[in-house]
């Protein structure tokens, strides 16, 4: 067998081509238990890496913790030992004000607020998501009939930091969602030639003129991360029949 990789801990064989990447390590967990003799591979630090099976297909979920540092350590220890193509199942914050908490969100592309993607690409360089991972993204809300927002995402490191005039000029270029990843893990994607795309629920919104408690918020995100994994899943039964084939 293959050389362990440092931070994920895991080696060649112990993950599949297919991997979904949330933030959360309890999303992980809930991922997880949506696959056929799912086992825990490993845990260490943000990491926790479980395997399982979908329609026959060998995929794998590793959390990320948050932000960009972690994620991009993720997808090169990932690539390394196999990992293709990578969906990020993650919580974001509604940026148009006709957006519900709970709401999904396909990221096509990040302004590139944060500082990891910096080290792979300079600032010219686009943070897209890969085109058949976004494609499959669509094809499965269509086929779930769920709701959908698609669009440019803003990633950005400082979680408790606002910039008002920003806020406002993203809002009004159309960007749909704020999180933390996207950026870092779509230009990773791009520079070691891998596919990369995210499902994203919503779990709040600066924009919205009455703001829900933090229970209220809490419970809207719960239904909205449902939906977001099984837009995963069946994203990635349509990559291995359609993409694939």
């Given at each position: 067998?293959?050389e362990?990789?440092?931070?994920i801990?895991?080696r060649e064989?112990?993950v599949?081509?297919?991997?979904?990447?949330?933030?959360?390590?309890?999303?992980?967990?809930?991922i997880?238990?949506?696959?056929k003799?799912?086992k825990?591979?490993?845990s260490?630090?943000?990491?926790v890496?479980f395997?399982g099976e979908?329609n026959?297909i060998?995929?794998?979920?590793?959390?990320?913790?948050?932000?960009?540092?972690?994620a991009?350590?993720?997808?090169?220890?990932l690539?390394?030992?196999g990992?293709?193509?990578?969906?990020?199942v993650?919580?974001?914050?509604?940026?148009q004000?006709?957006m519900?908490?709970?709401s999904l969100?396909?990221?096509?592309?990040?302004?590139r607020g944060?500082?990891?993607?910096?080290?792979?690409a300079?600032?010219?360089?686009p943070?897209?998501?890969?085109?058949?991972v976004?494609?499959a993204l669509?094809r499965a809300?269509?086929?779930?009939?769920y709701?959908?927002?698609?669009?440019?995402v803003?990633?950005?490191?400082?979680?408790y930091?606002?910039?008002k005039?920003?806020n406002?000029?993203?809002?009004?270029?159309?960007?749909?969602?704020?999180?933390?990843?996207?950026?870092?893990i779509?230009?990773?994607?791009s520079?070691?030639?891998l596919?990369v795309?995210?499902?994203l629920a919503?779990?709040s919104?600066i924009?919205?003129?009455?703001?829900?408690t933090l229970?209220?918020?809490?419970?809207m995100?719960?239904k909205?991360?449902?939906?977001?994994?099984?837009?995963?899943?069946?994203?990635?039964?349509?990559l291995?029949?359609?993409?694939e084939?």
């Open positions: 067998m293959g362990i990789q440092k931070h801990r895991c064989g112990d599949g081509k297919y991997v979904l990447i949330p933030g959360d390590p309890g999303r992980a967990r809930r997880a238990e949506r696959l003799n799912a825990q591979i490993a260490n630090r943000e990491f890496v395997t979908l026959g060998t995929v794998s979920v590793c959390s990320t913790g948050i932000g960009g540092p972690s991009s350590i993720a997808v090169e220890e690539s390394r030992i990992a293709v193509y990578f969906i990020r993650g919580s974001a914050g509604g940026r004000k006709d519900p908490i709970g969100v396909i990221a096509t592309a990040a302004y944060d500082g990891t993607s910096l080290a792979y300079p600032l010219p360089f943070a897209v998501a890969d085109f058949k976004t494609t669509v809300c269509e086929n779930l009939g709701d959908y927002y698609m669009g440019i803003y990633s950005r490191d400082a979680y930091k606002q910039d005039e920003l406002e000029f993203l809002r009004d270029a159309g960007v749909v969602a704020a999180e933390q990843e996207c950026a870092t779509f230009t990773v994607g520079v070691k030639h596919h795309g995210a499902i919503t779990d919104n924009w919205l003129e009455k703001q829900p229970s209220e918020k809490e419970e995100f719960k909205g991360e449902k939906k977001a994994i099984d837009v995963a899943l069946e994203a990635i039964k349509i291995s029949k359609e993409f084939a």
